[in-house]
């Protein structure tokens, strides 16, 4: 079983930055990534990265949120820079192995002055 563990999130000024961090138990993993979801919406994508290291970010983060991963150590980090309230949301990590996807239990970030 492949466990997913999020951490990083908190309360920040408009902006600001944070680092998020994600460990994934487990090696091999084809895809990893982040997903946010804010208070009544679905779940979004973020950002995700592949195994050859190829990335795609969503519209609303591109050019302050970067994806990174470490496959020794089996993580995936987002920093995020310049935050907006409309940042705000849970983010939750994904990683992908072998056609499964196993999610973290998420972690809460909020943008406000």
């Known amino acids: 079983q492949v466990h997913v563990v999020e951490s990083g999130g908190g309360l920040v000024q408009p902006g600001g930055s944070l680092r998020l961090s994600c460990a994934a138990s487990?090696?091999?993993?084809?895809?990893m990534g982040w997903y946010r979801q804010a208070p009544g919406e679905l779940r979004d994508l973020v950002a995700i990265i592949d195994w050859s290291g190829t990335t795609n970010y969503a519209d609303s983060v591109k050019g302050r949120f970067t994806i990174s991963r470490d496959d020794a150590k089996n993580t995936v980090d987002l920093q995020m820079n310049d935050l907006e309230p409309e940042d705000t949301a849970v983010y939750y990590c994904r990683a992908r192995l072998y056609a499964t996807d196993y999610w973290g239990q998420g972690t809460e970030v909020t943008v406000s002055s």
């Open positions: 487990g090696s091999g993993f084809s895809l």
